[in-house]
């Protein structure tokens, strides 16, 4: 049973250039959040999704950044006009969605992200 | 501050010692989790405590909430080198979404 995949595991970007981050969550998963992390810092919650909703993204920045979770296919996490401020690691994390709240969460490996 | 606050930022042992780190909050909670994460790596969840359990054992790990003081502690029993890594602690409040902490560091010397 694969866990959760992302991909590229890093990511090179030049200033205004997009990046479009994927994540596969694992099977028989339907829930997916995303997670920001500073270098030396904990996570930050950006944004939860289930299949072609997005639940919650209050953690997203209001310009550039936009989340996916279609009926098919990975969730993508698409960051317009890089800056360098958004040079981080990206980690999806997926749980089942079958038992309601206090389920855990299962980490991807991330997404390095370095915006030059 | 802010929610999920761990302590020490840094601890160094030997191998066999015990490590704990703790970690406050300031919200009340669904329930609180601990991660770890090597180097460079993605999380690796170790053990939920919900709100109202108070204690809770997996392996050598031993795990504490206090709702009243709003506080968990993390305990790793006979360390190995291999516990190296920084360890975080993530509460639940509501909508499923976590807030992690800064993380400990943990260094296990052979």
């Known amino acids: 049973n694969a866990g959760v995949m992302q991909n590229p595991r890093h990511l090179v970007r030049r200033r205004g250039q997009e990046a479009r981050l994927r994540c596969s969550p694992m099977k028989g998963h339907s829930h997916v959040y995303w997670y920001r992390q500073l270098p030396e810092e904990g996570l930050k919650f950006m944004v939860y999704l289930q299949k072609e909703n997005i639940i919650d993204e209050s953690g997203m920045p209001k310009e550039r950044f936009s989340a996916e979770f279609p009926k098919e296919g990975p969730s993508i996490l698409r960051i317009q006009q890089v800056v360098r401020g958004d040079s981080a690691a990206y980690f999806c994390?997926?749980?089942?969605?079958?038992?309601?709240?206090?389920?855990?969460?299962?980490f991807g490996p991330g997404t390095r992200l370095l915006v030059l | 501050s802010q929610q999920g606050e761990e302590d020490p930022q840094a601890l160094s042992i030997q191998e066999g010692e015990n490590a704990t780190m703790n970690c406050s909050y300031k919200t009340s909670i669904n329930n609180l989790q601990w991660y770890r994460q090597n180097s460079g790596r993605g999380l690796v969840h170790l053990i939920l405590i919900r709100s109202n359990e108070r204690e809770k054992h997996s392996g050598r790990l031993r795990v504490t909430l206090d709702t009243s003081k709003k506080s968990s502690s993390l305990l790793i029993t006979a360390s190995r080198a291999a516990d190296t890594a920084s360890y975080f602690c993530a509460t639940e409040t509501s909508g499923s979404r976590l807030t992690f902490g800064e993380g400990t560091q943990l260094t296990v010397n052979p």
């Open positions: 994390a997926s749980s089942p969605g079958t038992s309601g709240a206090q389920e855990t969460q299962y």
